[in-house]
C-alpha cells in the first residue's frame, strides 16, 4: 500500500493514518505516515518489561538532519505549541507492506527510511539507504525516554546516566540498573546531553488529556556521505540487552520472512492476506504462563478475556494457527476463578480482574470453535473440560457478582452499581449503560454453554442428558422472556425495573451463535430489525439513532467518550456475527453471495486509512463514520476475518 503527498497536503490530514508494528512480546512501534508523533503512544519502541504488560517508551523517534553545503534539512516531522517542522516536505511517499518504509527527496539525494522491529525482543531497528548521495553529513539523533507508555514526561522527571562509546550511546534511566543501548552501524556517537521539549500530540488534546511532554537527547551519530557513495546506515536501539547485530538489511529479511511464514494457503486474496498479517499483531507471548495470549487493542489495550474469547476463531483458527489457539485457552483456563475467567490482565504486576459475566460463557464457544477446527478432543478433555465443568456449576449454583441461574433456568447478574457485560463504561460511580439482571446475549451464550457441553459429553461418550435437558428449559425461557412481539425482536435486559426495550445489537448472538437459541422467523425477524435499525458500513449502532439516548459522536473528555461509546457508537466485532446470523436466515437465497460481499467491500478501503493494514476499535455513529479509540482492535479483525473466511469464502468457493 502506498500513499503520496495527496494524503499529507495538510499536517492534519497526515496524522490521520498511523502504522503499526509489534515484536511478538507485547512491545510495539508506532506512528503516522509522515513520521510525526501525534499521541503519547507513538514512538519506534515501547517496550515491554514483563511480556505483554509493563510497557515503557523507550525511544520516541529519531530527529534526522542532513547538512548539504551548511545547510540543514530536518527530515523528522513534529510540533510543538509554538513551532511545527515539516520534515513531510521532504517525503515522497510512504509504503506499508510487511513494515512503514518513508522515501524522501532532497534535490537528487533520496532517502529511504525503513523500520523494523526484531521478534520477541525488544529491540528496532531504523535503516536509511542514501542513493544518488552528494557530499553531506547526517546527523540521527535519537530521543530516548523510560515511562510507562500511558504517561508523559516533562525534563525534571528525566534522569538518565550516559555513556558514548564510538558508534553506541548507553543510557542508564535513574532509579535503575536496567540499560537502553543505542548503536549505529556507521559514523560517529557525539555527546549531546540535551533535551528535546515540549513534543506535542494533537490526539491527546482531542481525547481530553494533557498531551505536551519532553524526551532526552543523550547525543547522535555523525555520519559522513561523501559524492556517488550509496550506503545503508542502521540505527539500533534495545531494551535491557546490549546491541549484537547492526545489520538492518538482515533484521528486516528476516522478520518479512516470518510474516510470509503465515500467509501460505491465503495468497490468492489480497483483503484475506491482509487481515490474516494483521491478526499476527495480537497474538503474543505471556510470561505468567509461559504461552500465548492477545492484546485487545493498540495502542493501550492489555489483554482481556472476552476480547480474547471472541478473537480467537479469527485470529488462530481461520489463520490456521492452532497451537496458538490451543496455548490461548490454556492461558485463560489457569487463571479461572470462582468460575469466572479473567475479564483483563492489567499493565500492574496485580491478579487478574474478574468482573465480568460473558468473558467464561464465551470460553464454552472458543472451546467449541477449537474442536470444530482440529478436531483435538484430547486436549480438551484432559486440559479443559475440568474448566468447563466448574465455570458451568458456578453459574447454575451461584457465583461471585451475584452471578447465577435462576427459577427460570436464565442468567442473573450483577446489580445497579455493577458494569459485567461488554457494554462496561463506567465513569466514576456513573454505570453509562446499566445492564444488570438478565442480559439478552449473556443467557443465548448460556444456552450455548449448554449446548457445547452436552456435545463434549456424546463426543466423550459419557450421558449428556443433563445438558441436553437445561438447554431446552433455557431456550423455552428464553424466547418467553425476552421476545418482543411489538418489535419484532429482542428485549436487550430484563430486571426488576422491567424489560427495557431499546433496540441493541447484544441480541444478534441469539441467531449467531455455534448453537442459536433461536431459529425460523424470530431469528429472521431479529436479523432483520438489527439490520434495519443499527447497520452501518462499517459495524452495529450499539444504540438505534432514533433513541432519545443516542450519541453519535465519540469525541471530547472522558465523560463525553464514555457517555457515547455504547450509546450509539458503531462497533465493528458485533457486524461478524451479524454477517454470521444474515448468512445463516437467509441460507437459500441464491444471491447470498453478493449480499455477503457487499458487508466486506467497506473493510477493502478501510485497511488503507486510521492504522494502515489494520482495523478500528470503533466509528461514529453519525456520518462519516469517523474512526474512533483504539485504531487496531483484536476483535474488529478476527471477527471480519472469521465471517469472511467461515461464512462468504465458501460460497464463492464451494
Known amino acids: 500500500m502506498i500513499f503520496g503527498k495527496s494524503h499529507w497536503i495538510t499536517p492534519d490530514q497526515g496524522i490521520k493514518k498511523e502504522w503499526l508494528i509489534t515484536n511478538g512480546i507485547g512491545g510495539f512501534a508506532c506512528g503516522t505516515i509522515i513520521g510525526m508523533n501525534a499521541r503519547r503512544y507513538h514512538g519506534l519502541l515501547i517496550a515491554s518489561l514483563n511480556p505483554p504488560t509493563e510497557r515503557f ?13 551548511g545547510e540543514k534539512h530536518l527530515l523528522h516531522t513534529f510540533k510543538t505549541p509554538d513551532f511545527f517542522a515539516h520534515g513531510e516536505y521532504y517525503l515522497e511517499a510512504f509504503r506499508y507492506d510487511f513494515i512503514p518504509e518513508f522515501y524522501y527527496r532532497i534535490e537528487s539525494m533520496r532517502i529511504e527510511k525503513r523500520i523494523c522491529l526484531r521478534n520477541r525482543k525488544n529491540q528496532v531497528a531504523v535503516v536509511y539507504r542514501i542513493i544518488n548521495p552528494v557530499t553531506c553529513r547526517i546527523q540521527l539523533a535519537p530521543l530516548i525516554n523510560f515511562r510507562d507508555y500511558h504517561g508523559l514526561s516533562v525534563s525534571g522527571s528525566l534522569n538518565f546516566s550516559t555513556e558514548i562509546r564510538d558508534r553506541e550511546i548507553i543510557i542508564t534511566p535513574g532509579n535503575t540498573d536496567r540499560k537502553i543501548f543505542v548503536a549505529c552501524s556507521d559514523g560517529k556517537a557525539v555527546e549531546s546531553n540535551c533535551f528535546f521539549y ?25 555520519i559522513p556521505v561523501s559524492e556517488g557513495e550509496e550506503k545503508t546506515i542502521t540505527l539500533i536501539c534495545s531494551f535491557d540487552e546490549p546491541v549484537d547485530i547492526t545489520d538492518g538489511e538482515f533484521i528486516i529479511a528476516e522478520e518479512i520472512k516470518r510474516q510470509k511464514a503465515l500467509l501460505p494457503g491465503f495468497d490468492g486474496d489480497e483483503f484475506l492476506r491482509r487481515l490474516v498479517l494483521a491478526a499476527d499483531k495480537f497474538i503474543v507471548e505471556r510470561n505468567s504462563t509461559n504461552s500465548k495470549t492477545v492484546i485487545a487493542g493498540y495502542p493501550w489495550f492489555t489483554d482481556w478475556g472476552r476480547d480474547t474469547m471472541i478473537s480467537l476463531t479469527g485470529l488462530t483458527l481461520v489463520t490456521k494457527r492452532y497451537g496458538d489457539a490451543r496455548d490461548i485457552l490454556y492461558t485463560f483456563a489457569k487463571y479461572e476463578k470462582d468460575g469466572l475467567i479473567p475479564n483483563l490482565f492489567p499493565d500492574e504486576k496485580n491478579e487478574p480482574a474478574y468482573n465480568t459475566v460473558d468473558a467464561a460463557l464465551w ?50 447478574a450483577g446489580n445497579e ?86 433496540i441493541r445489537p447484544n441480541q444478534i448472538l441469539a441467531v449467531s451463535l455455534s448453537f442459536p437459541v433461536l431459529d425460523g422467523e424470530l431469528a429472521k425477524s431479529v436479523v432483520d430489525t438489527v439490520y434495519r435499525k443499527l447497520y452501518t458500513a462499517y459495524g452495529l449502532r450499539s444504540l438505534s439513532s432514533d433513541d432519545p439516548e443516542y450519541k453519535g459522536i465519540y469525541i471530547g473528555d472522558r465523560y463525553q467518550r464514555d457517555g457515547a461509546y455504547h450509546q450509539g457508537t458503531v462497533w465493528v466485532w458485533p457486524l461478524g456475527q451479524f454477517i454470521t446470523a444474515y448468512a445463516r436466515v437467509y441460507r437459500n437465497d441464491k444471491s447470498l453471495s453478493e449480499k455477503l460481499k457487499a458487508f466486506f467491500i467497506p473493510f477493502h478501503d478501510h485497511l488503507r ?15 462519516p463514520l469517523i474512526a474512533r479509540g483504539c485504531f487496531a482492535q483484536a476483535w474488529s479483525v478476527a471477527e471480519i476475518l472469521r465471517a469472511y473466511a467461515e461464512d462468504y469464502l465458501p460460497l464463492v468457493d464451494p
Request: with cysteine.
Open 363 to 412: 470460553f464454552f464457544e472458543a472451546v467449541y470453535k477449537y474442536l470444530r477446527y482440529t478436531g483435538d478432543m484430547k486436549f480438551v478433555k484432559e486440559e479443559l473440560l475440568t474448566v468447563l465443568k466448574r465455570i458451568f456449576k458456578a453459574y447454575r449454583e451461584g457465583t461471585v457478582f451475584n452471578i447465577k441461574m435462576d427459577d427460570d433456568f436464565l442468567i442473573y
Open 198 to 222: 515540549n513534543m506535542d500530540y494533537p490526539y491527546e488534546h482531542e481525547r481530553g488529556f494533557d498531551g505536551t511532554e519532553d524526551h532526552y537527547m543523550p547525543g547522535y551519530f555523525d
Open 609 to 623: 486509512d486510521a492504522c494502515i493494514g489494520n482495523i478500528s476499535e470503533i466509528f461514529d455513529g453519525n456520518e
Open 417 to 502: 452499581h455493577t458494569q459485567l457485560t461488554w457494554m462496561d463504561a463506567k465513569v466514576d460511580d456513573w454505570v453509562v449503560t446499566p445492564r444488570h439482571g438478565k442480559a439478552v446475549e449473556i443467557n443465548a451464550l448460556w444456552y450455548n454453554a449448554a449446548m457445547v457441553m452436552s456435545y463434549i459429553f456424546e463426543q466423550i461418550g459419557e450421558n449428556n442428558a443433563d445438558y441436553s435437558a437445561l438447554a431446552e428449559e433455557i431456550r423455552k425461557s428464553f424466547i418467553k422472556l425476552f421476545w418482543n412481539a411489538n418489535k419484532g425482536c429482542l428485549y436487550d435486559v430484563v430486571n426488576e425495573k422491567g424489560k427495557d426495550d431499546k
Open 57 to 69: 517508551l523507550v525511544m520516541s523517534s529519531v530527529s534526522e538532519c542532513v547538512l548539504v553545503n
